[in-house]
């Protein structure tokens, strides 16, 4: 016969072993538009709660493109392991779905090593994928379909998804031609890009950078003006020398598309530099606006570190 006693101590281990069995993973996720300072941020979050970065950038899964991505240095990262960095040559598509694969991967080693996972980028769908939950389907790229679509205008593209898919049309970044040409090519062949799943994979707290849009708009310039002196253009010509074409380079966008016009005698030097930076402005105004939909996201100035940390420790308890 079992005792009282062993018998509270077997429903108590019984129900923490479901409580367990029921929690979600934590992990961290710092967003924010480009040049807020989101790189920062998680090293220092990284280094406070022995954390490790998972890259949630769709241009820093690239080898080679470095500076023209303001892909953070060795130096930078102060020895924090980072992920989802340098995956795959450029000559090469990088779907949603093996970014789900790719991240999911290494946020459970970081799990499993008992560290905490910090998801860092400023990637709006990337970040839905694993914070939301995002189902992403294993649609393989239609190249009859995509040859078709090679020569239609970016707005054509856009009406063509909003024709077939009027919910995603309503979701996406109308101005990302690749996406768009992704999401017309899964509707194709499933009929409807699929909606997300109810339960996310994990437990979140999602950090997103405060910024002010006239010095945002300024720091833009500014760091484009380094990363040009810091060889960004040469960065560019390589990439093209070691097979990367000029239609792969614009494919890519932002400021491969724009160092390929300019190295192709299409723009000068004075005009691309104009051009991208008004571009990465727009594209900043675009991540802005995707991230407000979510309204889980807690706002913060990047220099209020102590008050994140905070919110961090509260997190984690």
Known sequence: MIGKNHTTVYYREMQETEKKLNERPKILAVIGQTAS????????????????????DSRQVYRR???????????????????????????????????KKHAEK?????????????????TGYYVQTITGGTNIPSVKPNTALRKRLEYA??????????????????????????????????????????????TPRYD????GIKTNDQILKEKIATRLHA????????????????????????????????LALHLQGKLSREEMERQ??????????????????????????????KEVEQLVKGFLK
């Open 37 to 56: 300072g989101k790189s920062d941020l998680a090293v220092v979050l990284a280094k406070k709660f022995n954390g490790e970065v998972v890259s949630a």
């Open 227 to 258: 990363r040009i002196r810091h060889g960004m253009i040469a960065e560019a010509k390589r990439l093209h020398d070691d097979g990367v074409s000029w239609k792969r380079m614009e494919e890519i966008g932002l400021e491969y598309k724009h």
């Open 204 to 207: 979140v707290l999602s950090i």
């Open 276 to 305: 991208l930076t008004a571009a990465i402005w727009q594209y900043a105004k675009r991540q802005k606006t995707w991230f407000k939909r979510d309204k889980t996201i807690h706002w913060i100035n990047a220099k209020e570190i």
């Open 65 to 99: 493109m470095n500076i023209g991505t303001g892909k953070i240095t060795k130096k930078e990262m102060r020895s924090v392991p980072h992920y989802l960095l340098d995956v795959i040559d450029p000559q090469s598509t990088f779907t949603v779905a093996r970014y």
């Open 106 to 122: 290494a946020i459970h080693g970081i799990l499993r090593r008992g560290k905490l996972p910090i998801l860092c980028g400023g």
């Open 153 to 198: 205008g970016t707005p054509e593209l856009f009406a063509i998804l909003k024709r077939l898919d009027p919910r995603r049309a309503g979701e996406i970044d109308q101005h990302n031609r690749r996406r768009l040409v992704r999401a017309i090519e899964i509707v194709n062949y499933l009929g409807v890009v699929p909606l997300i799943e109810n």
